[in-house]
């Protein structure tokens, strides 16, 4: 069956703009989750879906950024008002649930803030 | 929280040779421990996975360690191929799914 997919591939914006990242999961995986990785760098946890609920938004690096998701399956990623340190690949994965571990990624979204 | 310690940070190789990937975490209840393969241009692709109930585990050419007292875990590669070559990530989680990644190795296999 079909993969984690993730759309744009590629966004670029200007300093300031608002931009939204989308994330369709493997069908039937009720857990999602958002990571960023910047350039050169591991990957940095952002958030986590249960269902539409998100139990730990701790990750979020600041309240410009959010994210939602509906009907338990596709799922956006807002950046507010993007700064140019926000430029990375957004990566989205899935799993069947929370209580299993496997994580299966997307290609990723690669944002550049000018 | 978790933190994941990962080296060597680049890893070169001919081909044929053994490849050892090795990675320390922090948090003594972290129970399950992943690696990830990144191509260029590309999503991470799990490899292979490790649960804290066991010790080893091997896929092939493939093989991960887990020594838990020590807090490390290595992943083995033998006979290293060219298709080999891409960057590795190691991670660790305790709970919840919230899995805390090592900063990769670039493994390059030479011909």
């Known amino acids: 069956g079909a993969g984690v997919s993730q759309s744009p591939s590629n966004k670029v914006t200007e300093k300031g703009k608002d931009v939204e990242l989308r994330c369709d999961p493997i069908?039937?995986?009720?857990?999602l989750y958002w990571y960023r990785q910047s350039l050169g760098q591991g990957l940095e946890f952002l958030i986590y879906f249960q269902g539409n609920s998100a139990p730990d938004k701790s990750g979020l690096p600041s309240d410009r950024f959010s994210a939602e998701r509906t009907g338990g399956s596709v799922s956006t990623l807002t950046i507010q008002r993007t700064q140019q340190e926000d430029s990375a690949v957004y990566l989205c994965a899935s799993s069947l649930a929370l209580v299993v571990f496997e994580q299966f990624f997307g290609p990723g979204t690669r944002l550049t803030v000018l | 929280g978790e933190n994941v310690e990962q080296h060597p940070s680049t890893l070169s190789v001919q081909e044929g040779d053994s490849a050892v990937i090795k990675c320390t975490y922090s948090d003594s209840a972290s129970n399950y421990f992943p690696w990830y393969k990144q191509e260029l241009g590309k999503g991470p692709q799990l490899i292979i996975d490790?649960?804290?109930?066991?010790g080893e585990k091997k896929d092939q050419r493939i093989a991960v360690t887990l020594n838990k007292t020590a807090k490390h875990f290595s992943l083995h590669i033998t006979e290293t191929q060219p298709e080999d070559s891409a960057v590795y990530f190691c991670?660790?989680?305790?709970?919840?799914?919230?899995?805390?990644f090592g900063t990769g190795t670039r493994l390059l296999v030479s011909p």
């Open positions: 490790i649960r804290s109930n066991v």
């Open positions: 991670a660790a989680s305790g709970g919840f799914q919230k899995l805390v």
């Open positions: 069908s039937g995986h009720t857990a």
